[in-house]
């Protein structure tokens, strides 16, 4: 298995979508920090603070951007080894099929929490910098490691539910039908935001988990994390059954 | 505290995995060694055993390969003489069968008195050169065994070649007036220093010519030597049917034959021992051709440091 | 334990109402090169899939050293190299990158495979040329080094000489002969080309609309296929000795005492039976016999031909 996680990583080498999932990755706190410190400009009695700054970037990331940029990565990651044509030479090895999904679901796992990851040092990053110029309250190794594990738990949530779109993939063997997918999920996840019934739709609800937002909601925590699992679960499954029967041409 | 003992029970988990795994792999790894060796001793020399490079056992595994692929090579040489000869012999009893039958063929006309008188000289003619050209044969085939079971030691000295290959042609003269076939030798004056066997040098020549006048149907052979960048080339060329493209590059080959099925004594081996001997002298053979135009055989041999 | 490095027995594959292969039974001999003939679409590719477990069969068995392919792929595809359809490897890696992620999967049987494999194609194995730059002979020749990096016994190619221009075909169809020849190793491989399985293979089979049509040695194919007159007589040396001197004629084979080939199909039969009996020989049996290649194939396929 960990044959195959290297062997993942090293088809990353000089590729193109690398730069882009990359760069997409750099794009939330960069908006994020830029949005505080103009606010704080126009306003100088609200305050930049690091709670703020993780709460919003986990709202814009869990809700919009995540599903986006890891599809497209994920979907890229997977769709490759049918337009590249190099299936057939994985099986022959032979690599078991089973295994070899197992160890792309592994790699994928590795890629949302590496930028989810991203994500946070960046933040944290930023706001060092910026506390140069403007005052930035909590900016404490506490609190950054409280929003370290906060991180991390939606990079678990989103590991759980882009597992649909990697099901979209491997049907359709392609990016282009998971990526269509994943922009209508964040516009629903858009409109919900707000509404007492966002936690019934498992993308949104991972975000109330993650940031802790059930108060006043009509469903019940419980339920979305049932709705979540089980979403997930047939994800999975869905992915192996079909992969299993997949027949090269 | 809690997250402590968490923690300490995690690393065991995934160490006490992490042996379970290495233990299995290696188990697996083992067990497949013997299978393959068990193939191998059964005498499958191209099964190879994989490993990854950096797996434990790879040094081992890698060393397997090379002992039985070194095996595998020399069994593999073996089994080639083993298939040449084998051929040879399942075309032999062919080779001699045809003409054999048909030198019967004449001598039993003669015995039953079918003919008569000049027509009766011609028949007794004709079987005798039929006789004769499978002895050739058969010293040729003779030749062909001893050079393939590597018993035909070249011994190399250094010799005047433009001397010796005048020998040689001389004995070929009657056979060409013989045969009505005009010949012109162009070999230079001046002495050529080679490093040769005289032997095996005389049975290259000879396998060349006796191949023109056998095969050929030419009425015109030149033979020439000249010195060029410390070679000595000779040429052998004709105006006969010449060789198709297609069967030019397979002369040399054991014995191959651009027309199989004679009556005249031909063992496609002639130019096989030419090919053998002159690489055994550290020499170059080639041949060109255009059908119904000629044939030119090329000899090249390095010449004696002076 | 026979010899067959292949055995399919009643290979059946169908794509919806289609049957792609229908019932096929082929046998491959150790230590052959085995050309699968037929037309673009004939089922060449679905059975070579079928071989390597690419693609499940609808029905019947593949056998590879005796051993059933079901259950056995761990130990059996490891053995066997393998060149199918277009080459497919990573775009952004360069050619000794792509062969390394293989090489980590299956593993090499010598330190130097990688390198070997390379020079063997004549890639350059230090080029930081991209895949995706490689022109298609470069890529058919990248996926020939994996197919033979492992130094696998047999060999399963799909086609493998396209893309190639003229010199390098001629050097892989040298390269695979001197593999089978001198190092005993087995090919299959298919083409739609008669020519070029006729210089390359030692068995053919020439399979049409996914049935196998006919399985045959090439030796036997050619021996068939050569023109000649077969003769019955009562004493060979006589009729040998009489083709010289009457029709001047060398072209002959004596099988036995009364059996005799004339490969020299344009004289006239009825002539050469004539004199025969004019010289008290009895001619039993006197008939033309073999065609082309070309046009044997022709005739076992309905008309169309192969090329």
Redesign the interface.
Known sequence: ML??L??EA??L????FLLIGIAGTLIVPFFIIIKAVTRYGSDSRTVVSLFTLYDDALMFLMLLFAPLVLTILHAWIVS?EYT????????????SKTAFLCGKLLFLACVTFAFMLISWLEILVLAILCSFFVPVTDLTILSAFFFLVRMLSGGLFLCATQTPFLYLTIRTRGFVAPLIAAAAVCFVNVVLSGSPIAGVYPWSASWLFVCRRFHGQSCPAGLSAALILIMCFWGIAACLLRFRRE??? | MNLLCFLLFVTALLAVLYAVTVTRDTKRQIAEMLDALADIKSGNGNRRILA?TRDRAAPLAYEINEIVLSYENRLAALRRTEEANKRLMTSLSHDVRTPLTTLIGYLDAVEKGVVTGTERDDYIEIACRKSRALKDYVDVLFDWFKLNSNEFAVKMDTVEAAELTRTILIDWIPVFEDRQIEYDFSIPGRPFAARLDPDAYARILNNLIQNVVTHSRADNIRISLRESENRVEVRVSDNGAGIKTQDLKHIFERLYKCDSGSSEAGSGLGLSIAYQLTEKMNGKITAESEPEKGTVFTLMFPAAAE | MNNYVIETKNLTKTYGVGTSVADLNIHIRRGRIYGLLGRNGAGK??TM?ML?????PTAGEVFLWDKPLRGN??NL??R?G?L??????????TAA?NL???A???GVPGPRAIENALEFVRLPCRDKK?FSQYSLGMKQRLAIA?AIMHDPELLILDEPMNGLDPVGIAEIRLFLRQLCDGKGKTILISSHILSEIALLADDVAIIDKGVLLEEESLAALEQRSRKYIHFAVSDTAQAARILEREFGETQFAVEDDCNLRLYHPELSVTKIVRVFGENGLEVFEAHTCGESLEDHFKRITGGEGIA
């Open positions: 044959r195959l290297q062997c090293m088809k080498r000089r590729s193109r490759r590249d044509g190099t299936l057939k030479n994985i099986f022959v090895i032979p690599v027949e090269v041409g | 990854k | 590719t679905t899939k390597l477990g690419l693609t499940r792929k761990r595809l490891p066997i393998s199918i359809e277009a080459p497919g490897f990573y775009p952004n890696l990158e390394r992620i293989f980590a999967l299956r991209l994996l």
